[in-house]
């Protein structure tokens, strides 16, 4: 696994975590003040890169969490075949069928030929945007 660690208190909107193993962007973050027994809690609302569904994780903020390494590559699109996708990355040539995205405004602009930048997460690829 293609992890690194973080303390929970340090993480912001925007950066990613692993909560149940999901790959997620964190959408909402909030701390609650320390109380008088113990530390502070950090509450984070986060979206599955690959699921796109909602979780959350609640623990004190010096919380050792998993943070996925993201690995942006560009690829080409070979071709498109149903619910998957054809790439062949532009460095290494290696072939490799992807997900179809979900995102109706990348869906529509792929076509064999399309440059497309991919994320590697946690050994799983994903289509992040056509490169114009």
Do not use: N
Request: proline residues 3%; hydrophobic residues 40%; aromatic residues 6%.
């Amino acid at each position: 696994m293609a992890v690194e660690y973080a303390e929970l208190g340090e993480l912001k909107e925007g950066s990613y975590i692993v909560i149940d193993g999901e790959p997620c962007r964190i959408v909402e973050i909030s701390k609650a003040k320390t109380g008088k027994h113990g530390s502070a809690k950090v509450h984070v609302v986060a979206i599955g890169l690959f699921t796109g569904s909602r979780k959350t994780l609640v623990g004190p903020s010096d919380q050792r969490v998993e943070v996925p390494i993201i690995d942006k590559r560009i690829g080409q699109v070979i071709a498109v075949l149903g619910d998957k996708v054809q790439i062949m990355d532009k460095e290494t040539f290696e072939t490799f069928e992807a997900d179809m995205p979900t995102d109706e405004s990348i869906r529509s602009k792929l076509a064999a030929g399309t440059e497309v930048e991919y994320w590697t997460v946690l050994g799983r690829r994903l289509i992040v945007r056509v490169k114009e």
